[in-house]
């Protein structure tokens, strides 16, 4: 009787323990973080345990069902959450001149449209909803999947056998696993979790070992990935949470571990990955950085687009020099693909690659007007971001994303992809939901 007594009581410890770390502030809360989880883990559910891939559209079916409730919420927005989302419809509305210009056909453009536009619905929701301490819920979530992608990792690189010709670092994603692109996800999750660990480190909440462990995990992960472009963002994080928070000996410690930590992960990264090449090291000098993001052979070296280059000769050798095109593209969707349809231009210039570069793909489709609009909505959060509260923890957490977001936008196509774009919403929405809080408390005082 005793020991059933003591496990009834065990158990209820952590039955509320689960209660008090994961239950969300409101019914609505609920169906956005359901949601946000759906986005999440659908690719693993698909690409992973091989269940019917039109699972990938619930997202689209529970997108619209939050946004609905949100709307329903008739929530009145703060001055400066209006000027983000009119920012994000100026961009909508821009994004259909390129597409008259062109002749587009109505289908793909509804289809351009939805590949944006839903991102931007979903950021509408998070503001309505949302509160600081539903964030919470998600960072823990966030801690979890970073943990328990160690071991996956491991497994994924070295007990599985991939076929010949697979780039393995592209399949390896922790729980994002037998997709080409898997490890764009687990780079997210490496990133947003470094930034929570600096920012809490930084504020004295974790000590070094802990800020140590977990910049050699996060590391240990990009090698098996081959996440070239970690090694910058970590360099980037660290540096910026140290300077934001405030240098100290704290700061000091943190960039004599990172610079040890970083040397070591180097060698550790070309050793993995260099395939017995005696040039790969190259890459990891500064001149072969330099070389690698100018050479006009491209990405791959066959002659597609590079990715820091590749807007000029799009302009150049596709546009040829067109002003109305240079300004507002091609259209929304003009240059999309699905499995159920690909448009003339992809069908036309996909050899080039256009479509693993986020920067690349959205000048073709809306032009310098279409990129200006999107890095500005980056812009003004991150500008919105350093009035929040100086005692709210998120604040480092926004800003520092809203860097690495201008350097994605032109290295791949993470802010376009699901797992990932979605849950960057979810975090730019921060600085308007802390307004939005604070207007609340103000009157109920």
Known sequence: MGRLTASWI??????????????PSSYGVAWLLCAQAYFFFSYATVYTL????????GNDALNCLVFVLALYERKKLSRSATVVIGLMTLYCSFGAIGGIISGERIAILLWGYRNIVRYFMFFYSCIVFLKKTDFAIVLRVIRVVFWISVPLCTVERFLITYPEGTIVGDMIGGIFWNFSGSNLPLNLILCLYLIDICSRFFNHRVNTLVFACACIAAIYMSATAELKVFLVELVVIVVFTAFRRGVSWRAIIAFAVGGVVLSTAS????ALNSGGSSTYADNYSLQGYLDYATRDTGYNGSGDLNRFTGIGTVADYIFRNDPLLEMFGIGLGNADYTNFFTSDFYAQYSYLNYQWFHAIWMFIETGF????????IIVVIFNKARTMASDNQYDIVVQTTCVLMIVLFFYNIMLRLEPSAFLLMLILSLPYIDTKNGLQARRTK
């Not at 065990?10 to 239950?23: G, L, Q, S, V, Y």
């Open 10 to 23: 065990r158990h209820a410890d952590i039955r509320k323990w689960m209660r008090n770390r994961f239950t």
């Open 50 to 57: 091989h269940l019917p891939r039109v699972l990938l559209y």
């Open 267 to 270: 060698m550790y990264f070309i």
């Open 369 to 376: 007007v279409g990129i200006i609009l999107y890095l500005l």
